[in-house]
Structure formats: structure tokens, C-alpha cells
């Protein structure tokens, strides 16, 4: 049975000030996420290409719409069924719901909105989650780590997510073990970047990425496959679109032997 981190902060830290810091940080999220969509045109281009698409559709949808946003959130939300490779698939939902059940679980013990050991344990499992699945994802997965042999150790400004990520929920875990004040700042300094940080960070993907892969989806029921060819070749004109006049009558899974053996001749 583990227990309540927040319940340790009494007389040190008045309830009232982190429950300001989650406020603050809530709104950082808000607020970096519009700026992120409106410094990138994120939202302009997908209406921008949803409009252009639907525009050249060869057949309407209809109700259809529907079946493909249950899709969309079942497949390649909840389920992650964008990864091909299972490991990052895994890896990537250890992160995501472990994300989920860290904030989610966090808010109901500093608002005291639940205390029980349900939610409790949620956050020691979603942190541990995160750890889980963000570690091996770092040290084991990533491209130009496994394919490519450069130092996991090596750092991007497009890593600030994952490791201000991984930062506060390490730290979190040793200042909720060992109730030392230097790990709680520590924590709050992750976590702030982490929240803070949603301009310079990959933070705002996770809400772009549905409405990419619900314009995919609608791309490939109408007809338009965002002018790529289909996963078929029944249709004659798919056919005549391949660049090389001998693969055009080869089938689509041609050429995926390179998938057959890992990439790590370095």
C-alpha cells in the first residue's frame, strides 16, 4: 500500500499553493498549445486540407464520418495503432496512459477531491509507467539510437518532452519515497518545464495527432488517399500512378524485405 505524496507537504507547503501551481500549469498548457497552433498554422492547415480534400472526394460519406471518428479514437488513439513496431507501440502506451493516470491522479489528491488508495496507487503506477515505458524508449528504441549507434546521451531541443517527462516523474517517485525537499524542488523544476514548455516541446502532438489520423482515415473513405496511391491495385488508374512502369503490376507489399533485418550495421 503506498501512500499519499501530497499528504507529506502539510505544514511545509500550504495545500493552497499547489493546488495554484496546478492552475498555473493547467493554464501554461492552454496557452502554449494555442500559441504553438497559431506560431505553426497547425489548425489553419488542417481545415485548410480537410476542405481541399473533401472538395476532390469521390464519393460522400455521409454517416460514415461517424464510424470513422470511433475508429480513429479506438485504433489510433486508445490503442496506438499508428506504431508498426510493437516495441514502440508498447512503450508508447506505457508513456501515454501512464501520463494520464499521473495527471489525472495528481489533480484529485492536491484539490482533495479523492484521497482513497485507488487513486493513490494510480499515481505511483502512472509515474512508474512513464519511467517504464520512457526509459526503454530512450536508452533501447529510438532511431538514431538503435539503427543508427549514436549515444543515448545525446540531446535535441525536440527532446525537452520526453525528458522533462521523465524527469518529474523520477523525481516524483524519490521525493514521494524519500520526503526530501531537494527532490521536491527538483520535481516541481521538471515539472514546470515540463508544463511550461509546451512551445518549444512536442507536448501540443498529442492533441494534433488524432485530427491527423481522423484526416487520414477520411482521405482513404472518400476516395482521395491524399493523392497517394491506394493499398490496392484492383483500380486501373492506381496502377498507371507508379513511378516505374515494371512495379505496375507488382503487388503493393513488394519490397519489404529491408524490413527483414533490423538496421544496425554501424
Not at 75 to 91: I, K, M
Not at 120 to 144: E, K, T
Request: a positive charge.
Amino acid at each position: 500500500m503506498f501512500t499519499n505524496p501530497f499528504a507529506g507537504l502539510d505544514g511545509l507547503v500550504s495545500p493552497s499553493f499547489m493546488q495554484v501551481y496546478v492552475l498555473v500549469m493547467l493554464l501554461a498548457v492552454v496557452a502554449g498549445t494555442l500559441f504553438d497552433v497559431v506560431h505553426k498554422g497547425s489548425a489553419r492547415y488542417f481545415f485548410q486540407n480537410m476542405a481541399r480534400s473533401r472538395s476532390k472526394a469521390k464519393r460522400p460519406l455521409g454517416g460514415e464520418v461517424v464510424s470513422i471518428a470511433v475508429r480513429t479514437a479506438v485504433v489510433d488513439v486508445l490503442a496506438s495503432g499508428e506504431f508498426c513496431n510493437p516495441r514502440r507501440r508498447v512503450a508508447h502506451l506505457l508513456g501515454m496512459y501512464g501520463f494520464i493516470f499521473y495527471v489525472v491522479s495528481t489533480v484529485l489528491l492536491v484539490f482533495q477531491v479523492s484521497t482513497s488508495s485507488l487513486v493513490i496507487n494510480l499515481w505511483w503506477l502512472g509515474a512508474a509507467m512513464i519511467c517504464v515505458g520512457g526509459y526503454w524508449f530512450w536508452f533501447f528504441i529510438r532511431v538514431d539510437v538503435a539503427a543508427e549507434g549514436k549515444s543515448p546521451f545525446r540531446l535535441m531541443k525536440a527532446d525537452l518532452f520526453i525528458l522533462s517527462l521523465l524527469a518529474s516523474a523520477t523525481f516524483g517517485l524519490l521525493w514521494a519515497w524519500l520526503h526530501s525537499m531537494v527532490l521536491f524542488g527538483l520535481y516541481i523544476i521538471a515539472t514546470t518545464v515540463l508544463f511550461g514548455g509546451v512551445p518549444w516541446s512536442k507536448f501540443a502532438h498529442m492533441f494534433f495527432k488524432p485530427a491527423a489520423a481522423f484526416e487520414k482515415r477520411l482521405a482513404r473513405a472518400d476516395g482521395t488517399a491524399e493523392n497517394l496511391p491506394t493499398l490496392t491495385r484492383e483500380d486501373p488508374e492506381q496502377q498507371k500512378r507508379h513511378s516505374m512502369e515494371l512495379l505496375q503490376d507488382a503487388p503493393m507489399d513488394m519490397g519489404l524485405g529491408i524490413k527483414r533485418e533490423a538496421p544496425r550495421h554501424y
